[in-house]
């Protein structure tokens, strides 16, 4: 998925009421397939930056096209759907919900926006969690899982639907060694195929060039 | 479809994930609404009782000093003591009216076990037109015929023989067994979930031999608990047609010639308002049963009307708890419902998510609350009829438990809206950058 950004600027009102501009300026033309390293230190507008890109908030200025549309164009709830239907989101932590086992965590969202058939969905994730290892707790639920078992479910829901737009936010913060690797290399293995925006610390991401790198921290970033 | 069965997979899933609270929530909506049920399951069963009664039972003559109340409570549902004596002309003028086509005499005075020993005549107890084995002309002062619930309770069967023990119902301290006076079971009535299985039936002439002079020489007959040696002036009778003192001791002791009360029925109501006046003198009461059930009709009211008051407080209650409940839930599963905002659930399916959650917590509450308030009468029915004097409906639906279930509902879905409301203007967005 072609992602363009154009001018993309986005503040905040911090508790002390001053406004604070978090995203100052952002431009960048991606093609589908690219590789995005996003950096910047703590605080620097890494999550706000991908809400904007996943369409969960608008920018205040500037334009964000993807695809070919363009995100502010589109309703709240037309923005869900395409998220839901283009965007594979993995965050650092807090990626599943706790009441529901492993395979509902991994399919029912995906149900519930309508991505496919029930029995469908359940074998395609059947396999994707057996490829990263954790076929065998699909009944269990998160708390019975090791955090890094819990990112492979994770990575796991969010390629369920082969999306064309991936957003991976310290994805491998916190994992062991091997879990870490795994999930790495589940998101790596996509390039080419999917547009994937990827914020990390983790040295096996930076062993890979990015197509392209955005830094925020307070300065425009650009292509 | 496939939508719904997800989104109530996640619905049961979060309310499985705080079984404690939702069970709370439930469990106050269902017990609110069984008090309903149950009231009315009772009052309706007391005024049924009643209004047959008063059809059945026009004219009741008692002892002056008793209230309406209290003289239907003790000689048709036999859960009240008689409160005094009245002679037994009473009984034999109205026997001569032309205007009464049949009239009993009753008296009360002793008991077996919890059980009231009612002194009649077979008349009445064939009048009672309840079906029986046996023998229910009650001609010999020994014979006795059981409601069903006493013979099953009491394991005693036709031909069983007992004695009564001194009151109805008291203390310990002023009972004691008419060990000298053996009664003979003659007869068992068939259940009827009324009054009458839980009541012996003895010949008045039985109580009159019991208390009478015959029966209470220096207290002879008597095997107190606690009272071996007794002054036996306080069982002489008193003056006929006086009440009692309250001393319930004396109060139970008929000596020959004295009855607790008369029913009496006639050939027209207009009737009975002339025999109401005649018989209002000095000594003795008379009730117009149809009038004092209405008036015992509005003292149940009253009550099912307080019980309702409080059962309509605790769904208040109820609805604030869960509402509290729902609302602390949300707050605390921000993350959650983020998490399902960035994987694409709109605002309006997860506002609907949060209000079926809530909406299944109050009609799961219903649900039970029904089946506890009408379950529980159901399988105890023969005890609660018992218990109240009159057969029990279990599975009737009271005036007052229909607008409650409403009312349940409708506070169900308000606070399903607030919550809804609530979880529509969450801003979740600002949940995802929280790591």
Request: glycine fraction near 10%; avoid cysteine; charge should be negative.
């Amino acid at each position: 998925m072609r992602i363009v950004l154009q001018g993309l600027e986005r503040s905040f009102t911090d508790p002390s009421g001053n406004r604070r501009r978090v995203i100052a300026g952002v431009s960048a033309d991606i093609a589908p397939g690219a590789l995005v390293a996003v950096t910047g230190p703590s605080g620097a507008g890494k999550t706000t930056f991908f809400n904007l890109i996943s369409g969960l908030l608008l920018p205040d200025s500037g334009t964000i096209t993807a695809g070919g549309i363009e995100l502010a164009k589109l309703s709240e709830r037309d923005r869900d759907r395409w998220r839901a239907k283009e965007v594979g989101y993995i965050f650092q932590t807090f990626n599943l919900l706790s009441d529901l086992t492993i395979i509902d965590n991994a399919v029912l969202p995906h149900i519930l926006i309508g991505s496919g058939a029930k029995g469908d969905l359940e074998k395609r994730a059947e396999a994707s969690l057996a490829t990263l290892g954790i076929g065998d707790h699909l009944r269990k639920y998160p708390h019975q899982l090791s955090v890094g078992q819990r990112q492979r479910v994770a990575v796991a829901r969010a390629l369920l639907a082969s999306p064309r737009l991936i957003i991976a936010d310290e994805p491998t913060a916190n994992l062991d060694d091997a879990s870490a690797r795994i999930v790495a290399d589940a998101i790596l293995a996509l390039r080419g195929r999917s547009t994937i925006f990827i914020a990390s610390h983790d040295g096996r991401f930076g062993a890979v060039k990015p197509d392209l790198t955005i830094a925020l921290g307070g300065e425009a970033g650009h292509a | 479809m496939r939508k719904m069965h997800a989104l109530l997979t996640l619905i049961f899933a979060s309310l499985r994930g705080r079984l404690f609270a939702t069970t709370v929530s439930i469990l106050a909506v269902a017990v609110a609404l069984a008090v309903v049920a149950v009231t009315g399951i009772v009052s309706f069963a007391i005024a049924k009782q009643a209004f047959e009664s008063g059809r059945k039972y026009p004219l009741i003559v008692a002892a002056e000093g008793s209230s309406e109340t209290q003289i239907i409570l003790s000689t048709i549902f036999h859960i009240d003591k008689p409160r005094g004596k009245i002679p037994f002309e009473t009984y034999e003028t109205l026997k001569k009216d032309p205007r009464v086509t049949a009239v009993f005499p009753i008296a009360a005075a002793d008991s077996v076990g919890v059980f009231p020993i009612i002194g009649t005549d077979g008349a009445f107890v064939a009048d009672l037109g309840v079906g029986y084995r046996g023998d229910i002309a009650l001609a010999d002062p020994h014979d006795a015929v059981l409601g069903a619930t006493v013979a099953r309770q009491l394991l005693m069967d036709v031909g069983t023989e007992f004695t009564g023990t001194h009151g109805m119902g008291g203390s310990a301290d002023e009972a004691h067994e008419h060990a000298d006076h053996t009664y003979i079971v003659k007869g068992i009535l068939d259940p009827t979930g009324g009054p009458e299985d839980a009541a012996v039936y003895t010949s008045y002439k039985a109580v009159w031999e019991i208390h009478g002079e015959k029966g209470h020489k220096g207290h002879e007959g008597h095997k107190g608990q606690g009272e071996e040696k007794e002054d036996h002036d306080a069982h002489h009778d008193h003056v006929p047609s006086v009440p009692e003192s309250d001393h319930d001791h004396d109060r139970y002791h008929l000596s020959d010639g004295m009855l607790t009360a008369v029913l009496a029925r006639t050939g027209n109501p207009v009737q009975v308002f002339d025999l109401q006046q005649e018989y209002s003198k000095p000594g003795l009461t008379a009730v117009n049963t149809a009038g004092a059930v209405r008036s015992f009709q509005k003292y149940f009211n009253t009550a099912g009307l307080v019980a309702t008051f409080f059962a309509g407080l605790t769904l208040l209650i109820a609805a604030a708890l869960i509402l509290a409940i729902t609302l602390m839930a949300l707050d605390a599963r921000r993350r959650e419902l983020a998490l399902l905002r960035i994987l694409g659930i709109g605002r309006g399916m997860i506002a609907v998510l949060i209000m079926l959650e809530t909406l299944i917590v109050t009609v799961t509450g219903v649900v039970i609350g029904f089946l506890l308030g009408h379950g529980i009468p159901s399988l105890f029915a023969a005890d609660i009829s018992r218990w109240v004097g009159a057969s029990v409906e279990p599975w009737h639906i009271g005036a007052n438990e229909l607008p409650a279930i409403i009312g349940a509902l409708l506070l169900g879905q308000a606070v399903a809206l607030i919550a809804m409301l609530r979880a529509y203007r969450m801003d979740l967005v600002e949940e995802s950058g929280k790591n």
